[in-house]
């Protein structure tokens, strides 16, 4: 990628937590573009042409990897070639965890885990939604737009410095109003939030799919039931996209009550602040479900 002196960088972002940050560190030096807008999944997303001209025109592209963005794969080869591409998943210093299996799980399933995923394994692509990566994240984008853009290689780091400060102070917020509600125990819709999770110490019980574009079995369904309406599970976490229907099942005739948990942001306006927000909706509605 040449770039002109003083000309402003192309840069396309693949789904809205990283858009997020990447946006937090360009800062007004530019305005990056997404690609998975709106309610749409990156699991299941089908490109529209209107995507592939952003491919086409990127000087930069950053998305998780091949892991969550299957869809992108073969495009990024084909219609971004000149273009610089960066995995965030390939982050120095990122915490990954294995990806788990669907199912219920015991204490030792989500409990001291090493920090990263053993070789071979594959690690869950939701890597985002622990604090600690997103800061590393954010520097490594200031350090990647600042060798293709080294005129404005301070401003990128200054702003990544101000984001990793406004997330460890969100971090400390978190840490203080889930610590009521570490031990009460909960089922999830979809695995999404392992980082979340063990980073703050919260106790899940099991999930019913592992990704959200896998319907779960009627076995399944049975034995997360039998669980809730026998132990005191006190919340079923679901996906803004998942059916009410089948999570109104899953608590009849059981105390447990249900709550919306979005990794992605969905329902927040795309930009520097999304990733932010997106935190605090997760920590208040984990909050208040799970301290009813």
């Known amino acids: ?3 002109e002196q003083g000309e402003p960088l192309n840069v396309l972002a693949s789904i809205r937590p990283l858009h997020s940050i990447v946006s937090a560190v360009m800062g007004e030096t530019g305005t990056p573009q997404l690609l998975v807008t709106g309610s749409a999944s990156p699991h299941a997303f089908s490109m529209r042409p209107s995507d592939a001209r952003k491919l086409e025109n990127a000087d930069i592209v950053f998305w998780s990897g091949p ?10 080869r084909t219609l971004a070639g000149d273009a610089d591409v960066h995995a965030l998943a390939d982050t120095p210093g ?3 965890r294995p990806v788990r299996e669907g199912g219920l799980w015991e204490a030792h399933d989500h409990e001291g885990e090493d920090d990263h995923a053993h070789e071979g394994e ?15 994240m954010a520097n490594a984008i200031a350090d990647l737009l600042g060798q293709a853009d080294p005129a404005r290689e301070s401003t990128y780091a200054a702003n990544a410095r101000a984001f990793a400060e406004r997330v460890m ?11 009521p509600v570490l031990d009460v125990p909960y089922i999830v819709f979809h695995d999404a939030y392992q980082y979340f999770e063990a980073h703050y110490g919260l106790s ?3 999930s019913v799919t592992v990704a959200s574009d896998r319907p779960a079995g009627t076995r399944r369904i049975i034995e997360i039931r039998a669980r809730i309406t026998g132990t005191d599970v006190r919340c079923v976490f ?11 099942v899953l608590v009849e005739n059981s105390s447990a009550t249900s709550a919306t948990l979005d990794d992605l942001g969905t329902d927040i306006e795309p930009g520097p602040q999304l990733y ?8 208040d509605n984990f909050v208040s479900c799970l301290g009813a």
Do not use: C, K
């Not at 939701?126 to 997103?134: C, M, T």
């Not at 102070?169 to 610590?179: G, I, K, M, P």
């Not at 996906?239 to 109104?248: A, H, K, N, T």
């Open 1 to 3: 990628m040449a770039l």
């Open 67 to 76: 892991t969550l963005e299957t869809f992108l794969i073969n495009p990024l």
């Open 94 to 96: 990122l915490v990954t």
């Open 122 to 136: 594959e690690p869950d692509p939701h890597f985002w939604l622990d604090p600690q990566n997103g800061i590393a």
């Open 169 to 179: 102070a969100l971090d400390a917020e978190s840490q203080t109003r889930l610590r």
């Open 204 to 206: 899940p019980q099991g």
């Open 238 to 248: 679901a996906p803004p996209q998942f059916s009410p229907r089948l999570v109104r």
């Open 276 to 283: 932010e927000t997106m935190f605090r909706h997760m920590t």
